[in-house]
């Protein structure tokens, strides 16, 4: 049988079953359908998944207090603050594989431009929450070295609090917002993250802990409520290792061998070797070892 024959042979089979030919081809089609649908949707959670990861920050660590117990009753993690700015100090020292770190503290408050308000949360931190998020930004500058020792009255904006508060075509650089009646002037609007993390507000850590949020300390002025810290990736780690062992490997001694020491050549002790030798000698009658031996002195 040719292959042209097969083929004819099998068209006047589904000619003569039509029904059963159409059900098949109907099984396979949504057989084909679902496993591609399926796949289609893994793959669509996953890159949602690695680009709400890419948002918060890649390499991000975020330190924060542990519980306390308070009249045998124990509070909630952070309910207390017992971290400080030197412990973030502490972490760029000590720790090479951190990039960047940074302490803050968070509250909420009523953020008004104008005849418009806004609800939003007030974050005091410093520069380098920025890079540890990799949070880049849509017009304007990050906090300035004078501002953050100063407690300099300056806000950088999320996109949702800049969308809420400026009209649309408006300049929000160089505006005036007033945060519990204190006004900050609008230096940054950052890019968008995600409807989570964009409604907010940054102020220098000073400001925040001088002028806000100051009495949520419980302990003094220089605590954080959390810290976040970045942490190189494997590749630079490893890269790092490389350079390290390139710069210092032949500073490096290998560790001495081992000597080995025969038990012949180990000499006792000499208070033992003077009563070796003034000991007497002794001799044994019997070579059963359950004989006793007698000593005999030597003749002289």
């Not at 042979?9 to 099984?27: D, E, K, Q, V």
């Not at 649908?37 to 948002?55: D, H, M, N, P, Y």
């Not at 009523?110 to 806004?118: A, P, S």
């Not at 560790?255 to 070797?273: F, L, M, N």
């Amino acid at each position: 049988m040719t292959m042209l024959q097969g083929f004819q042979i099998a068209l006047h089979a589904l000619r003569l079953n039509p029904l059963r030919s159409f059900l098949t081809m109907l099984g396979i089609v949504i057989g084909v359908a679902s496993i591609v649908t399926v796949f289609a949707i893994g793959s669509g959670a996953q890159l949602r998944l690695q680009e709400q990861i890419r948002s918060i920050g890649a390499n991000v660590l975020m330190i924060t207090p542990g519980a306390v117990y308070q009249g045998g009753v124990r509070l909630k993690d952070g309910s207390k603050l017992t971290m400080t700015e030197s412990d973030v100090q502490a972490i760029l020292e000590q720790i090479p594989e951190v990039q960047a770190a940074a302490g803050s503290i968070a509250g909420t408050a009523q953020v008004i431009h104008e005849g418009k308000n806004w609800n939003t949360t007030i974050n005091g931190t410093t520069t380098g929450h920025f890079m540890v998020r990799d949070w880049q930004l849509a017009t304007g500058r990050y906090f300035s070295g004078a501002e953050e020792a100063g407690a300099g009255k300056v806000v950088i904006l999320g996109s949702t609090v800049a969308r809420e508060l400026f009209a649309p075509g408006d300049d929000p650089i160089g505006a005036q917002v007033r945060i519990m009646k204190v006004p900050l002037e609008v230096i940054g609007v950052l890019d968008r993250k995600g409807p989570a993390q964009d409604d907010v507000a940054f102020v220098p850590l000073t400001t925040a802990k001088l002028r806000f949020l100051g009495s949520a300390s419980n302990i003094n002025r220089d605590s954080v409520a959390y810290i976040i810290a970045k942490v190189a990736a494997d590749g630079q780690m490893a890269g790092r290792d490389r350079r390290s062992k390139a710069c210092c490997g032949s500073a490096i001694a290998s560790p001495p061998a081992r000597r080995t020491i025969s038990r012949s050549r180990i000499r006792p002790p000499r208070w033992k070797r003077s009563r070796e030798r003034s000991a007497p000698s002794r001799s044994c009658s019997s070579p059963s070892p359950r004989s006793r031996c007698s000593s005999a002195a030597s003749a002289s």
